[in-house]
């Protein structure tokens, strides 16, 4: 009788002989978790800062996340990176961010190990380990950690949720969506969402309804299997999207201003326990400008942003709550391990002024206050892409300093529950021992009785980088096992160690007087520098929230941890240092595909995202359409790009050929042909022809002419004084339809084409038609 290797070096238990009778049969014992394994849920935020939700002092009304914190833990010494796909990476890893390559968004990826955006296999997922030890695992929301340009219909896919360990996913894979009209993706292939605005959609709704459907699915099949659910909203992060009743239900109650919400907080928080009874409040942010010196428009137009995000907050806090009713329904709360978590501190993307469009703040184009004053009954719906201003985001850190993006403790310090009913006995504590989001994996597998796997799929795996607070949950005095971590963020740098913060923030001005929405460039001599005079000392043992920089009492105790940063760096792939980002945001990332300076789009096709599609910004380029128009005649968009917070269009309308450019929702720049489209087969075709130089600190991309051809003949020719100049956002291109928010009022979404596409090709390579007889003829009928 031979005895037979079965599966991955396990010899076959049965007998085979030379035939059935004399044989017997055995099959390959399943994947199951131990009896009684907790599921896991792991709820993550955006952009939600250390003293937004009601368990943390707010006055915005969180009862789900405050009831999670009720039934377990809150822990005030958690930390993140400062920036979304890094934190990301980090929650899901255990690992640091350079390590896994993820320096900044995937959108910021450049050509060096820890920045280019592309997760080493070596690094495994939570997911990937869960999944191997018997677990259901489920993405639901946002991702941001698949290399921008692997975003397409051609992959590839390893890198996509369901490369990395989920069975399912369902949400967005970029760093924001509308809420309203989401760039939804289904498992592997891009969907519409299942209702509009006016049928009462929201994306948080959505997503919720999907994880339910998910957990569903296994539950009625296999009751006993456990799950992990990685659950990550939009929310709180722009476009601040809310049912309108959700906001009106804090008309008035932001009216006493950002400095009042900092001081009722901070004293709050106090009574909760969440900071130090001896802690004292940040200084007033320099960038920020006080309440009572605004004029009483100013007031009220920031008064309803913050009214709005905070609607938006509680609605999706509801969703929780959905949620939470569901697994108690089901039986299985009180065995869910969760976790909540935000991704980094409060975000200033809206300004100083707030805005309506938060794509102007990517493009360095702010809007006047006085043009978003008009829309403040508007703002938090489908219009518009709209994000507080700073002076609420100082706010909504309290009581530390600063905001995403900066290594201060306003950048990197997040709320943080733990519940798991079975699992912990303490009820609405809080912890104060030091931590780091790369310390919640290892705290999983530690609760779960598991040991990091040496290998997944073949893929030796690298050590972890945080380690367990699991002892933490049962025991208020235990001693932090986290002693030493480093932050970078766009040169923005930080060390911490036993009780002691270093920051080394960026050189130069302010942000504010910088005017530039990103860090800047930093040389070798700057570097050097920096390292010599620009790094401030903080015992935050003592001074919890950064107020007292005591480096010239502790030189030594600094020079120290420069040194310790320097170690980390080196361990942990962080070098070279840039502090960079507009640079990094517009510069040519490697294509999926050989490059070319001419694609081709078909309708039906998926949507291409801002970072994948033809980079058309302030250079010579065409679109050409080949077409045929029924005898009944045509219209529709042929290709679009963008939305209504900016993009372009081209489209036929009233028989005629059009072009419109959509400038951050500010302004839309056109052009018409001046005949009417016959039946039959034709080539349409836009050229733009830049007439100037962009001007990026300005925010104005190219000025140049719109011109339109019909079958090679000049019939539309005009002047677009201003253009984008750096990036559409949101920015999927589509053939044949406009998806979601329409670019431009002179149709509803999605306006798809009702005559024959063959084809559309966009050519970036600069060759122009030239008709100067026509473009004459132009000029001359429009004097």
């Known amino acids: 009788m031979a005895i037979i290797e079965y599966g991955q070096g396990a010899a076959f238990p049965g007998v085979i002989g030379r035939t059935a009778d004399e044989s017997a049969p055995a099959w390959p014992a399943p994947v199951r978790a131990r009896e009684g394994a907790p599921n896991v849920l792991f709820i993550v935020l955006d952009d939600t800062g250390f003293g937004q939700l009601g368990c943390y002092g707010s006055p915005i009304a969180t009862p789900s996340f405050d009831a999670l914190a009720a039934d377990g833990l809150r822990y005030s010494n958690m930390h993140t990176t400062a920036l979304c796909s890094p934190s990301r990476s980090c929650i899901l890893t255990g690992r640091n961010h350079h390590s896994n390559a993820m320096a900044a968004i995937t959108e910021l990826a450049s050509g060096y190990p820890g920045y280019n955006g592309v997760i080493p296999f070596e690094n495994g997922f939570l997911s990937e380990m869960l999944v191997e030890r018997g677990y259901s695992t489920f993405l639901v929301g946002k991702y941001h950690l698949t290399p921008s340009n692997q975003e397409t219909g051609a992959g590839p896919f390893d890198r996509w949720p369901l490369g990395r360990g989920f069975q399912r996913f369902y949400g967005f894979l970029g760093g924001d969506t509308s809420q309203w009209y989401p760039d939804l993706v289904y498992d592997n292939h891009q969907v519409e969402p299942p209702r509009t605005p006016e049928e009462g959609y929201h994306l948080s709704e959505d997503l919720v309804d999907k994880a339910m459907e998910f957990i569903s699915d296994v539950k009625q099949v296999d009751p006993a299997k456990p799950f992990y659910l990685h659950l990550c909203f939009g929310a709180t992060h722009a476009p601040h999207h809310v049912p309108k009743e959700w906001a009106d239900r804090y008309a008035g109650v932001f009216d006493d201003g950002w400095d009042a919400y900092r001081e009722k907080v901070f004293a709050r928080q106090k009574e909760l326990g969440i900071v130090p009874g001896d802690a004292e409040l940040s200084r007033h942010d320099p960038d920020v400008p006080d309440w009572g010196s605004l004029p009483p428009e100013a007031r009220r137009l920031y008064s ?316 010579p380029h065409s679109i050409t359409a080949d077409v045929e128009i029924p005898a009944d005649g045509a219209e529709g968009v042929l290709l679009s790009q963008g939305t209504a917070a900016g993009g372009y269009s081209l489209f036929v309308k009233d028989g005629k050929l059009r072009y419109v450019h959509n400038y951050v929702g500010r302004a839309v720049y056109g052009v018409e042909s001046d005949i009417v489209l016959t039946p039959g087969e034709h080539t349409l075709r836009f050229e733009f022809e830049p007439t100037g130089q962009p001007d990026m600190a300005h925010g104005k991309g190219a000025p140049g002419k719109l011109q339109l051809y019909v079958d090679g003949t000049l019939t539309g020719n005009a002047e677009a004084p201003v253009t984008t100049p750096f990036a559409f956002n949101p920015g999927a291109l589509t053939c044949g339809a406009n998806p979601g928010s329409a670019v431009t009022d002179d149709y509803s979404s999605p306006f798809k084409f009702t005559g024959t596409i063959h084809s559309v090709t966009v050519d970036v390579s600069g060759k122009l038609i030239h008709d100067p007889e026509a473009e004459l003829r132009v000029h001359m009928a429009r004097q």
């Not at 508007?378 to 905001?403: D, L, Q, S, V």
């Not at 530690?446 to 050590?463: F, Y």
């Not at 002693?483 to 766009?490: A, G, K, P, S």
Request: net charge negative; charged share 20%.
């Open 304 to 619: 309803r942003f913050m009214e709005v995000f905070a609607g938006f907050l509680s609605h999706a806090d509801y969703q929780v709550g959905r949620l939470v009713e569901f697994l108690r329904m089901l039986g299985e709360l009180d065995n869910t391990l969760v976790m909540v978590i935000s991704d980094n501190g409060a975000s200033a993307e809206g300004g100083p002024t707030g805005t309506t469009n938060e794509a102007q703040f990517f493009n360095n184009a702010q809007e006047p206050l006085e043009d978003t004053i008009k829309l403040i009954d508007e703002i938090g719906g489908p219009k518009h892409i709209n994000h507080y201003p700073w002076g609420w985001t100082w706010a909504g850190n309290t009581p530390f300093r600063r905001w995403k993006r900066e290594t201060y403790r306003g950048g990197v310090s997040d709320p943080f529950i733990v519940s798991w009913p079975q699992g912990i006995t303490a009820r609405g504590e809080v912890r104060t021992q030091y931590a780091h989001i790369i310390d919640m994996v290892p705290t999983v597998l530690d609760l779960l009785g598991l040991e990091p796997p040496q290998a997944i799929r073949g893929v030796t795996q690298s050590p972890l980088h945080g380690v367990s607070f699991a002892r933490t949950l049962h025991d208020a005095a235990a001693e932090t096992s986290h002693h030493t971590q480093y932050f970078e963020m766009l040169g923005h740098r930080a060390i911490y160690h036993d009780g002691w913060r270093a920051v080394c923030p960026w050189p130069g001005p302010s942000f504010t007087e910088a005017g530039m929405p990103f860090g800047q460039p930093i040389s070798a001599q700057t570097l050097s520098e920096l390292d010599a005079t620009g790094w401030e000392l903080y015992h935050v043992a003592e001074d919890f929230a950064e107020n007292h920089d005591v480096a010239a009492d502790h030189r030594d105790q600094l020079i120290a941890m420069i040194g310790t940063w320097y170690v980390e760096a080196g361990k942990y792939g962080v070098m070279p240092v840039d502090g960079s980002g507009l640079a990094r945001l517009v510069a040519e990332k490697p294509l999926v595909a050989a490059p070319r300076d001419s694609c081709t789009y078909r309708p039906g096709g998926q949507s291409v995202p801002f970072f994948a599609a033809p980079r058309v910004l302030n250079r």
